[in-house]
């Protein structure tokens, strides 16, 4: 049988010359003959169709690797593997769809909802705030929609910790939209991040505003899967079969001589640095918050709330209202009026929030 340049191979092939060279080298194409002077290359005939299947691979954006697999492989088999290559691909694409769709509606500012494909799980929520029997202004913020909780608690004096708190809630409403599963956690610690640069902007613009900060706590959902980010001494609880637990740990001073021994519960109250925070969100300094992945569960429900709550209320009451009153609204209610009549000397914000099994469309926000 007559051979083939190479050039009239590539032409019959569809292939660069280039690319048979790159293929002789990777083992995926050998020629039949090389010129041992000119270093030519012949093919025979016969190699067009294996040449043809390698560009149509290509083709597929197949890596070189699994091509030089599926190529050599019998044909049931290499029909075997590639059956499997592009249901991988389509998996991937669809991942990077959801992402692509999130990023969209993230950058515009838009809703983009998308089908749930964690399991039908939505919230029930509610949120009150008061400003308390001291304070004159409120330096608490929240935010509560069908997929972003949140509550941030400003410090600053006198505006700034107003503005503090609502830079970063506002930060974080984009948010709310359906957020693939797998970026749950990159979403949330991005927006933290933003939101740490916009105090770093207003500081840099009014320096008046220099010590400003807030904390932050904050769920975000995407079917059963949600992100908790925490910093500062606001707080998550978790109801769950008929018990109440605390979820996220005070970033405070008295928290840390707690957990170190040298001191003990009973002395936190009286504690002459009980009020010192030794991590919040503020313009200068490194912020790092703690994340983490959490699975929900039909029945769960959470309670977000600034310290003007569990600073003057104690955990027993507190987990009386939320074992005890199963309307998300009387509840928070209920605990912002315990905090009331224990004197409320701070903001008191609460957000009470259940997971349920349908969809149940609201927003609400302070």
Not at 18 to 37: F, G, I
Request: aromatic share 4%.
């Amino acid at each position: 049988m007559a051979l083939m340049s190479s050039g009239e191979f590539a032409r019959a092939s569809g292939l660069s010359r280039k690319a048979l060279r790159l293929y002789d080298e990777l083992n995926l194409l050998r020629p039949a003959e090389v010129d041992p002077v000119s270093q030519y290359r012949r093919y025979l005939p016969t190699q067009l169709e294996q040449a043809r299947l390698v560009a149509w691979l290509r083709r597929l954006g197949m890596p070189l690797a699994k091509i030089r697999e599926v190529s050599t492989a019998p044909r049931a088999s290499a029909a075997a593997l590639l059956t499997a290559y592009w249901d991988q691909v389509e998996a991937e694409t669809s991942a990077r769809r959801e992402l692509a769709a999130f990023l969209i509606g993230y950058l515009s500012g838009r809703d983009i909802q998308m089908q749930e494909t964690q399991g039908p799980l939505a919230i029930r929520y509610a949120v009150q705030t008061d400003i308390g029997l001291r304070r004159e202004d409120n330096e608490d913020a929240a935010y509560a929609g069908a997929r972003l909780l949140a509550v941030a608690d400003g410090m600053g004096g006198h505006a700034a910790g107003e503005l503090a708190s609502a830079a970063v809630i506002e930060a974080l409403r984009p948010l709310d939209t359906q957020v693939p599963a797998g970026e749950l956690l990159n979403a949330l610690d991005h927006a933290v991040r933003l939101a740490a640069r916009k105090l770093s902007s207003m500081v840099q613009s009014d320096p008046a505003l220099s010590g400003m900060g807030t904390t932050l706590t904050a769920l975000l959902w995407s079917g059963s899967q949600l992100a908790l980010v925490h910093i500062g001494d606001s707080r998550a609880y978790l109801v769950r079969s008929g018990e109440v637990f605390q979820i996220t740990n005070d970033h405070t001073m008295v928290q840390s001589l707690l957990d170190d021994g040298k001191i003990t519960a009973a002395e936190v109250a009286s504690h002459p640095q009980r009020s010192l925070i030794l991590r919040a969100l503020v313009a200068q300094g490194n912020c790092e918050p703690d994340l983490e992945l959490r699975e929900a569960q039909p029945g769960d429900r959470y309670l977000l709330s600034s310290d003007g709550l569990h600073e003057v209320v104690p955990a027993a009451a507190i987990a009386d209202v939320l074992l005890s009153v199963a309307d998300p609204d009387r509840a928070a209610k209920d605990l912002v009026a315990l905090a009331i009549a224990e004197g409320a000397p701070d903001n008191v914000t609460c957000i009470v929030a259940d997971v349920v099994a349908q969809q149940v469309p609201a927003v609400a926000a302070v």
